[in-house]
């Protein structure tokens, strides 16, 4: 798997935990929109598209299968956040 594009939208909310929300192309032919930046206690991390349950639990629409693609993922967004980051 490639990651052949990476967008990053800014969210310009004061104190937001969300800081922006990203799409992804893989392999120039696959796309996954809504991909959250979130600041946590730990830092930043990613939250993959997700929606509510009737229950109120929140479930994942997309993920990866593995720690190796997450991190490919990861690391591909939180490359092109701070490149957008630094820009502003």
Do not use: W
């Amino acid at each position: 798997m490639k990651i052949t594009d990476v967008r990053v939208r800014m969210v310009t909310k004061d104190e937001a935990k969300l800081k922006a929300v990203a799409s992804i192309t893989i392999d120039e032919c696959f796309v996954v929109h809504d991909i959250k930046v979130i600041s946590g206690k730990d830092g930043l991390f990613i939250s993959m598209p997700s929606r509510k349950t009737p229950e109120g639990e929140y479930k994942d629409i997309v993920h990866p299968i593995n720690t190796e693609t997450r991190e490919q993922i990861k690391d591909a967004i939180m490359a092109e956040y701070n490149k957008v980051a630094d820009a502003e």
